[in-house]
């Protein structure tokens, strides 16, 4: 398939990936512990490179990498010249590459990941780590301690009390896989060093919804019959009936400030009370609130109508301290405010001001901008303000669902499943995972057989892959094959990166690699969700010119034949190989006795052949001789073949 054809037939670009080149490098990588290829996460640290600058916009093949071994030959009056052979594999390199992991690929795995918890979580999820890993429970760790014990662990949980920073990732080395957050709130890990590092970042949102919805309407109701100030009071000797005189929930707006599914849960909660719901969430569905009988409205009419506040948006930069004097100024007189979220959406200062003014006649706070606050704070001495101890989440039953649920989600992770709690991951359902498992497999050899066939000084710049199915474009999502092929290109020859769904998107843009997919409809069986891939690098020098396409691309092309993945096409050449261990391409004139001269050579240097095909246009000229090996030839080997008479350049990759 020729690239001007895919760019004429394409149904649609699902996107382009640009930006300028990143020339920092991780160091020191510790041993990964994930699965191999085809795992989500779990992808492998490559060791340094020692040398190889990049140009500007390009990953440049280090001098040592030794993605494959080329033989060009040139002809020189009658006769074929053999250049020396570039980039050579040493014997022992050699025999590792044979076994399928090269040294440029991590040390074996263990047989359990180690799993720090760093806060307390209920005996259940303890118990179910334990039966999947090595479980070390630490608590009240320092930052320094944290940092220590995080480069010797392949997953952390923490609650909300453990900051989980950009130095805590770094000093992991590569090695920290997952960090699961038993809660909602993830605005204590660091997404965007924990995305570079392609780590992970899980949580569990579901199993303490109930509890702190159920939290919610304990501090509404306790506000509204002043329950609290009127036990300290009867403790005191004191029979105050007139001084806490409340107020009717019946027939009051309730305004919801995120309908997530704390805020979901909160709005049925108050509609049995007979209240009126309203909610503000600019990513809220409209059809999900009118189920519930609520009215989704903008942030302002949210302030000018609500008589009870529930706060349950996370912190983020856009709504850290969104409840301040201009906030408050908004609101009716006298409404009491609940924030069982996170303390930082609430500026401190402007609350007591609005208190003060009665704009706000209580509020009741479960949460705080530094947990716990200081004794001295002005929060801890109103008597209008009913506060508790971070408490939305402390039951019982919420607490064993937590923990249970992390440790799933932990364990999932570890093992290379995408979980539906992913923080920094696309979520792809499960089903969709199972069905292109082959097909990730076939995307990132093709990416490595493409960065395998690229020579030169130039590097990689510019990448397209096509993919060709005969599926709609609504029913096609190639970000999990997208991950792979950028595993493929960029594992091999960039020094301690791992790559997988978590940052394969933020490396292409930081290595400067312009990613273009390109969907090519397909007549075929719906049942099959890609017909081919073709993976295509455009503006690279080549170490085997029949790879060239007739755009001068360096081009690829495979499929997925019986769960098997296949290279089809290299160039303008048509080919079928398994793509497993090792391959010799060889362009050759066609001429008789080619095959048994490189059989006869590979025979006597003890090398096994597993298949052996050859692709010509016409008799007597032009072919590629594809040779598939079970054992990885010397360079003296290939530099021997490569004098065979006809035989006008060649080339050996490694493909595991």
């Known amino acids: ?159 909300s009390g453990t900051k989980v920073t950009r130095e805590v990732f770094e000093a992991s080395r590569g090695r920290l896989k997952v960090v699961g957050r038993a809660g909602v709130g993830i605005d204590n890990v660091d997404l965007e060093a924990a995305t570079e590092a392609g780590c992970l970042v899980v949580n569990a949102p579901t199993a303490n919804t109930v509890a702190a919805a159920e939290h919610v309407i304990a501090l509404m109701t306790s506000l509204a019959r002043n329950v609290a100030q009127a036990n300290a009071s009867m403790k005191q000797g004191k029979w105050e009936r007139a001084k806490y005189t409340g107020v009717s929930l019946v027939d009051k707006t309730l305004a919801i400030m995120g309908f997530g599914k704390v805020g979901s849960e909160v709005a049925r909660r108050a509609k049995g009370l007979g209240m009126k719901v309203v909610a503000y969430d600019p990513y809220a569905a409209q059809d999900r609130a009118r189920a519930i009988g609520v009215e989704l409205v903008s942030f302002d009419e949210a302030l000018q109508t609500g008589d009870f506040f529930s706060l349950n948006m996370p912190l983020t930069p856009s709504t850290a301290k969104i409840f301040n004097d201009s906030a408050f100024a908004k609101m009716k007189g006298g ?88 923080v920094n991951a696309p979520m792809i359902p499960s089903d969709l995972i199972a069905e292109l498992e082959p097909y990730t497999v076939l995307a990132q050899r093709l990416g490595r057989i493409a960065v395998s066939l690229v020579g030169g000084t130039k590097g990689i710049r510019d990448v397209t892959i096509t993919y060709r199915t005969s599926r709609d474009g609504t029913d096609h999502d190639t970000r999990l094959l997208r991950a792979f092929v950028i595993k493929g290109l960029v594992e091999p020859i960039v020094s301690d990166t791992v790559v997988n769904i978590v940052n394969a998107d933020v490396i292409a843009k930081r290595r400067g690699l312009r990613i273009t997919e390109v969907r090519q409809s397909a007549d075929g069986d719906d049942d099959v969700p890609v017909e081919s891939i073709l993976v295509q690098v455009n503006g690279s020098e080549s170490k085997f010119a029949s790879s060239l396409a007739e755009d001068g691309s360096i081009s690829v092309l495979g499929r997925v034949e019986s769960g098997i993945p296949h290279l089809m096409k290299v160039g303008q050449f048509s080919v079928d190989v398994v793509l497993e261990g090792g391959v010799i391409f060889c362009r050759q004139r066609d001429e008789p006795g080619m095959i048994g001269r490189v059989a006869s050579l590979l025979g006597s240097g003890h090398v096994n052949v597993s298949f052996m095909s050859v692709t010509r246009h016409r008799p007597k000229e032009l072919a590629i001789m594809a040779i598939g090996v079970d054992d990885v030839p010397t360079e003296e080997l290939l530099a021997e073949i490569s004098h065979i008479p006809h035989i006008e350049e060649m080339v050996y990759l490694n493909i595991n």
Request: charged share 20%; aromatic share 2%.
């Open 1 to 159: 398939m020729a690239a001007a054809a895919a760019a004429t037939n394409c149904a649609t670009r699902t996107g382009v990936l640009q930006s300028s080149l990143a020339t920092e490098h991780k160091q020191n990588a510790a041993p990964d512990s994930g699965r191999v290829e085809g795992s989500l996460f779990m992808g492998k640290p490559v060791g340094t490179s020692t040398s190889g600058a990049l140009d500007s916009g390009s990953v440049a093949l280090p001098a040592d990498y030794n993605g494959c071994s080329a033989v060009e030959d040139r002809k020189r009056g009658n006769g074929i010249k053999t250049s020396a052979v570039s980039q050579p594999m040493t014997t022992t390199e050699a025999k590792s590459a044979a076994s399928g992991r090269s040294q440029l690929q991590d040390s074996p795995l263990p047989t359990k990941p180690t799993i720090l918890v760093a806060e307390k979580l209920d005996k259940q999820g303890i118990e179910l780590l334990k039966e999947h890993g090595n479980v070390d429970c630490s608590y009240n760790l320092t930052l320094k301690d944290l940092c220590a014990k995080v480069s010797l662990c392949d997953a952390l949980i923490v609650r």
């Open 335 to 422: 409404v009491r405010i609940i924030n069982a979220a996170r303390g930082g959406v609430i500026d401190d200062d402007a609350l007591i001001r609005a208190l003060d003014s009665g704009k706000v006649a209580q509020a009741g706070l479960d949460v705080f901008s530094e947990e716990p606050p200081p004794k001295d704070s002005p929060l801890l001495a109103r008597e209008d303000i009913v506060v508790t101890p971070h408490l939305g989440a402390s039951t019982i039953e919420a607490q064993e669902g937590v923990a249970i649920e992390i440790a799933e989600a932990v364990i999932n992770g570890l093992q290379g499943t995408l979980s539906s709690t992913a």
